[in-house]
Nanobody, 126 residues
């Protein structure tokens, strides 16, 4: 059973950068990873994903060009580099894992994921 622990959140001003880290332990391959976020009063939404299958990546339209998802070779750590942050990016960010290969479409469905971290808060002030 995989365990996920996020870190790297914080309070920053608009235009700043943050790098979120998720440590993934006790998993077996294949595993696909993603970041979701949830703002107060809103549903949890897809931010970025990376598939076990050829490292295919996908991004929400709202973050494309500003955020980058990556992993280490062993897929024991997944990162989310967030640049040019906006107040609308304020949310609790969750790391998620799926035991299998996602596609560019399926990675966006939060119901697919088997394992979730506890979240790390990102707050962007204007």
């Amino acid at each position: 059973q995989a365990q996920l622990v996020e870190s790297g959140g914080g309070l920053v001003q608009a235009g700043a950068s943050l790098r979120l880290t998720c440590e993934v332990s006790s998993h077996t391959s294949p595993i696909s990873l993603a970041w979701f976020r949830q703002a107060p009063g809103k549903e949890r939404e897809f931010v970025a994903g990376i598939s076990w299958l050829r490292g295919i990546t996908g991004y929400a339209a709202s973050v494309k060009g500003r955020f980058t998802i990556s992993t280490d070779d062993a897929k024991t750590t997944v990162y989310l580099q967030m640049n040019n942050l906006e107040p609308e990016d304020t949310a609790l960010y969750y790391c998620a894992a799926f035991r299998g290969a996602t596609t560019a479409q399926s990675m966006r469905d939060r119901r697919l994921y088997n394992y979730w971290g506890q979240g790390t808060q990102v707050t962007v002030s204007s």
